[in-house]
Nanobody, 125 residues
Framework: QVQLIESGGGLVQAGGALRLLCVFP????????MAWFRQAPGKEREFVAG????????SYGDSVKGRFTISRDNAKGTVFLQMDSLQPEDTAVYYC??????????????????WGQGTQVTVSS
């Protein structure tokens, strides 16, 4: 069973920053696209950011462009999401996911077959 483990969530004031960490088994998932999704209460799961297996392709959701940065280190089996200029609308549970592809970053959850348990991010106004 492949496990993805997120950490780094918490409570922050608007304008603040958080850095999320996802640990994944590098030997198993180093050739997979990795991504972050989020889900707020009553809303569908939303694509936040994705990175190709080699890190040469990156994609961001429109609502986070210019504020969030995704990166990965396959040797260490880690994916980071640096979140700056956080706003109350960023409040959600954030999930790390491993995709079915290695180069193409797909935006819908159905294209990701491994998920972490999620970490809560709360931004106060």
């Amino acid at each position: 069973q492949v496990q993805l483990i997120e950490s780094g969530g918490g409570l922050v004031q608007a304008g603040g920053a958080l850095r999320l960490l996802c640990v994944f088994p590098g030997s198993t998932l180093e050739y997979h696209v990795m991504a972050w999704f989020r889900q707020a209460p009553g809303k569908e799961r939303e694509f936040v950011a994705g990175i190709s297996s080699r890190g040469d392709r990156i994609s961001y959701g429109d609502s986070v462009k210019g504020r969030f940065t995704i990166s990965r280190d396959n040797a260490k089996g880690t994916v980071f999401l640096q979140m700056d200029s956080l706003q109350p609308e960023d409040t959600a549970v954030y999930y790390c996911a491993a995709g079915l592809t290695y180069g193409t970053i797909l935006l819908t959850p159905v294209n990701y077959n491994y998920w972490g348990q999620g970490t809560q991010v709360t931004v106060s106004s």
